[in-house]
């Protein structure tokens, strides 16, 4: 769980890329796996770098599991386009 933070109920992480099509590629593969899991981030690409929030809004938008699940996920997708 390198480089994610917890606070205001919600699970946070910004990574980052070489350039915007990297960032967008990215989030793109990923998507489909998502999907799969149907447990959705809050997330926004600037450039470079995709800004991740995950909460679990049925619990009332708290951490739970779930997002601990999907930050894994998040972070071997990560690891795996490098």
């Given amino acids: 769980m390198e480089g994610w933070q917890e606070s205001n109920n919600k699970l946070t992480k910004t990574f980052t890329f070489d350039n915007f099509l990297d960032a967008t590629r990215w989030m793109f593969d990923v998507s ?3 999907e799969d899991i149907n447990h959705h981030p809050v997330w926004t690409n600037v450039y470079n770098r995709v800004e ?4 679990t809004h049925d619990a ?3 951490v739970t599991e779930k997002d601990f699940a999907l930050a894994k996920l998040l972070d ?4 795996n386009f490098r």
């Fill in 32 to 34: 489909e796996s998502i």
């Fill in 52 to 55: 991740v929030e995950l909460s």
């Fill in 60 to 62: 009332g938008n708290i």
């Fill in 76 to 79: 071997q997708a990560f690891e």
